[in-house]
Structure formats: structure tokens, C-alpha cells
């Protein structure tokens, strides 16, 4: 077996693990995104905002959220009010470096957050502990959270009020979580984009 062939099948078993994942999260996950997608289009519409946060590749996702709300997803529309609490390193690295990591979205929030505001908490695992914090952090502030997890959601499903609104992947690999997680903030862009440029079909 030649090598490109070796691979050649190597991928199309990712592919086929990452399309089972999304069919098994097409059955369950629907209505929670709806309710995300409602949540936000609800604050975004009062004036509000939506803070997002995550680590590593959930990092890069919560920035992608926030560059769709800023500027636009698929639509022409207003900019929207969304910011990813992992873009401002001096930020970051002062009070990783004074606090502890465990507080830099929490202290961000602290000061940035207000009642009525969403936190988009993105983890894979649901156990992070600055994640944990900041939803605890958000909750202070009297914010709605909409939590992005895989897993069995971890620690942060007990943390969780009554109004929020968990997103849970079913699925143990951080990378077939990772592509559900994907299609669910482009799912929620889209939801966003159709209320703020009143698309109706």
C-alpha cells in the first residue's frame, strides 16, 4: 500500500468521524442553538453585547464570533456589539501575571460586563477553570451565558442558571468537538444576521 494511499484512507475515516458527529448533533442540539441564537438577537437588541471567551483553539473561535458580530457574517446589517476577551495580551498577561490565569476573563468581565450582556463560554472540555470563573463572573453581573461544551459538560454544567443555555457536543474528541462547535457559531451568525437585516423566508 503506497503511502498516499495509506493516508488517503486515514482521511476518509476523519471525514466519516466528523460527519457521524454532526448527525448525532443534529438530532439533540437544534433547540438549544435556537435558544442561544434568541438569547443573543434578544441583547444585541436591547443594546447589549456579547463577551466571548475560550482557550486555545476555543480562543480562536471565540474571536471568529466576535469579527462576524463586529463586521458582518453573510449579510449586509449593522456592526453589532461582541468582543472576544483573548485579542488584548497586554491585558491578558497582566493579570495572568498579577491575579492568576484562572481570572482573566473573570476580571474582564468584572469590568466590562453588564446586566443584560451575554458571556459565549467556549470549552471543550467544560472544566477550565478560568471558563468556570468567568461565567461565575458573568452570573455577578446578572449576564445570560450561553455555554459551548463537548464531553459530559464538565464542572461547568453545575454552574449554570436556570436561563442559560448549554450547547453540548456528543462526542470525547476535542477535534470532531471543535468542528461542531464551528457550525454552531456559524449557525448563531446566521440566526443574528437574518434578525438584524430582517430576512424573512
Keep these: ?82 468582543f472576544a476577551l483573548t485579542t488584548d495580551s497586554s491585558t491578558v498577561t497582566s493579570i495572568a501575571n498579577d491575579v492568576s490565569f484562572e481570572q482573566v476573563f473573570a476580571r474582564q468581565i468584572q469590568a466590562l460586563g453588564n446586566n443584560g450582556d451575554v458571556l459565549f463560554a467556549i470549552s471543550t472540555s467544560g472544566n477550565s477553570p478560568n471558563i468556570i470563573a468567568a461565567v461565575r463572573s458573568a452570573h455577578a453581573k446578572n449576564m445570560g451565558v450561553v455555554a459551548l461544551t ?25 477535534a470532531r468537538i471543535q468542528e461542531v462547535h464551528l457550525l454552531v457559531i456559524h449557525c448563531l451568525c446566521d440566526l443574528i444576521d437574518r434578525e438584524f437585516a430582517n430576512i424573512r423566508d
Excluded: W
Design 1 to 82: 500500500m503506497s503511502l498516499v494511499t495509506d493516508y488517503t484512507l486515514r482521511i476518509r475515516g476523519l471525514f466519516a468521524e466528523s460527519i457521524e458527529v454532526k448527525q448525532r448533533s443534529l438530532a439533540i442540539l437544534p433547540d438549544a442553538v435556537a435558544m442561544a441564537g434568541g438569547m443573543m438577537v434578544n441583547a444585541l437588541g436591547k443594546g447589549g453585547k456579547i463577551l466571548s471567551c475560550g482557550n486555545g483553539g476555543s480562543a480562536g473561535d471565540a474571536q471568529h464570533f466576535a469579527a462576524e458580530m463586529l463586521n458582518r457574517f453573510e449579510v449586509e446589517r449593522v456592526g453589532l456589539a461582541a
Design 150 to 174: 463537548g464531553r459530559d459538560g464538565g464542572k461547568l454544567v453545575s454552574i449554570l442558571n436556570a436561563g442559560d443555555v448549554e450547547i453540548r457536543v456528543p462526542a470525547d474528541s476535542t
